[in-house]
């Protein structure tokens, strides 16, 4: 079973200790398999602590231009989130699917690959680097982190996001590549709401649970 | 006896790990199921828990750009405070900060092996000049206080390479000790290969066979069963191979008759935890499967887990020690497949050495465990005659700590009559 929590634009930070919350809950079976989508204002998050040295601005630049810094614990190095961007958070337990991490990562790809398609995007995997790409180009990131078996932080699928926050840095300390979003490839904007319904329906299709529709989404903020 | 923490396998394919951070200081005493240390794999964070209480000792420091292998030992959890310091003594990361320090200036200076006038050497450095066979005492330090660092051992790494080829490459992939330069000679005696007692599937055989002996009180029943009925049974059972689905081999049936007996003395399907024995309601059975390496030198060994086994057929039996034997040897095996065993079978007899007995060693935290031997033909007395029959020798190898001799006599008797009257056992 798959329960569906979509908030609106919530705060990196805020985020984090919802799924904190969901993991606990999850670890002591209180809940089923949980995905969270949701949008993050402005920020840019850090996995590892050098990942300072991918910043190519100050941090001054950072503050004048509003875009937060926070340190993650999820995998994987720098990378942007904000408005307009898909996040979504699984928060699933993996000793029911064989303990696999690579298999997770693998699934993850692979809803977003079925997405982009359901846009008639050709997304696709890169053997070097983790996440979804379309030709040359990244468009979705994903980072992840695991406590006894069950996930918390995902994937980021660029949808009309501004793409110029990602000059700003190295996202994920990858120097040589580029990213894009289904806006800049599409030339239009989508509804993040059919985007979002998408990403529902192929998660589902693809981890194999069966949507719980009891639970309205509402963030428990605190 | 030290705990080990190894880099896990969290996935079938799974190869390496980063060591992101380490979560406690060296030295720090931790509970049971604390995360101690956070590795990175595939864009995912993954917590590590001590498996024990205890000291942590770390071995490895936290390197980002380091991939360190599946079952890489890392640190190790010292059981006393004196453990740990024995262990620190011995080298690694000493007392100092958690995390990789590569210009290697807050490193302790405790971290110099024992033999005094050496340079102070950074743990990185260490690891990397024992990796590549460096002898720290020809390093100069470039570091503080003529600190050797990590740039002083790859420079002395360049200047070997340049220098004549190196011997036989070391077994088993995980850590190689190093190259042997193609004459190294140790007391007038040549060495062919070096292979790691560390790390790897050597060291983890080392160090699990080492310990079991430590642990427990153990001794061997030794006998000889009577495999005539055994041996009609399995032939009608080949030739019903397509029926099955599988082909019964002399191990299913050792499997179904070791289950049967467990079931009527549980106390052989037990392990000691803590200052308690835990006997076992399931019967989970650990099959030997020898695992030939890449070289004459190198063999390995792994004990898929047959679950459940009491609850399942011959032929089911048959079918899923053939998949996990299959698995280990095209290297697919899945920890899970390894762990949770209650009792031990190991075939003794199949590389052909004849009639004979062994001293098989426990599988721990098992209790019991089961060689079991060739089957030659023997000649025996029979109602007075000398008849000859197939018979198979068996070495029951035994803690006792848990089971005494009478107990572990009326195993064997039990499991004799099974295999001599097969019948018995539906």
Known sequence: MLRVYRLGLTEYGQASHFQDRLLEARLREEVPDTLVLLEHPSTLTLGREDDGRHLLVDREALTRRGISLVTTDRGGSITWHGPGQVVGYPIIDLKHRGRDIQKYIQDLEEVLIRVLADFDLCGGRDDDHVGVWVGEEKIAAIGVRVRRWVTKHGFALNVNNDLAAFSLIHPCGIMDRGVTSTARLLGRHLSLDAVCDRVVIRFAEVFNLTLDYSQAGDCPTQ | MAREINIPKLGMSMREATLVEWVVQEGALVNQGQVILIIETEKTKWEVEAAAAGFVHILIPADPDRKEPVGQVVGLIAESEAELKTLQAEGGVAAGPAKA??????????????????????????????????????????????????????????AKKAAPAPGPAPAAAPAPTGEASAAETIDGKRVQATLSLKTGMRGAIARHMRESLAVSAQLTLTGEIDMTEVKKLREKLL??????????????????????????????NASVVGNEIKVWEDIHIGVAVALEGQDPYSSGLIVPVIRHADRMSLAEISKAAKALAAKAREGKILPDDVTGSTFTLTNLGGAGGGYGFGTPIINQPESAILGTGAITDRAVVRGGEIVIRPIMTYSLTFDHRVIDGYPATLFVARLTELLENPLLML
């Open chain 2, 101 to 158: 320090e590569p210009k290697a200036a807050k490193a302790a200076a405790q971290a110099a092996p024992a033999g005094g006038g050496r340079a102070p050497v950074s743990p990185l450095a260490r690891r990397l000049a024992e990796e590549h066979g460096i002898d720290l005492a020809q390093v100069k330090g470039t570091g503080p206080g003529g600190r050797i660092v990590k740039e002083d051992v790859l420079e002395a790494i360049e």
């Open chain 2, 239 to 268: 030739q019903q191979e397509d029926r099955l689905g599988t082909r019964i081999t002399y191990n299913d049936i050792f499997v179904l008759a070791v289950t049967r007996a467990l079931r009527d003395f549980p106390i052989v």
